[in-house]
């Protein structure tokens, strides 16, 4: 039996993860699912892939989830690191992705995630789970679109 090794696992953390696996800057899969350290450490074993993006956190006037939100994206990243000892770490802003959007920064939050939700079932032609999953999907298409390809060695962790 043959593993596939994707070329991006792109991930929004938050108390639900949405993630997004990209093979030749194709959706293969996306969904998300509870937050806890054997699921995310098996989905990490069975979906090997070269880079991982992930969403950098951002103060938003709660000092505890901002708190809870760092710690999940460092449990996230070192099980990514264990899976995956010569993979790539891509950290991306909200900020940054969310440019796609065409959404201006200081829209309402409940305005840039609609966008969102439409962008990534635009881009993919695809029926978007939730919002969650929708953001995964726009990391990593501003990921494959924007770094990747751009080859913007700076935003990579090696």
Known sequence: ???TVYDLISID???RLGVALWK???LRYCNTFDYSFNTIWQFL???PAKYLAIELQYYYNNAKILMDLVALRAEVTTLYRVCNPMGNIIRVSASEW???LEVGAK???KERKEA???YAEKMTGQIMRSFDTADAVCIGIYTINFILD?????????
């Open 13 to 15: 953390p938050g108390k």
């Open 107 to 109: 829209a309402p939050r």
């Open 45 to 47: 074993l069975k979906n």
């Open 1 to 3: 039996m043959s593993i």
């Open 24 to 26: 030749d800057k194709t």
């Open 98 to 100: 969310q440019k796609i």
């Open 150 to 158: 751009k080859s913007k060695k700076s935003d990579i962790l090696e």
């Open 116 to 118: 969102a939700l439409a």
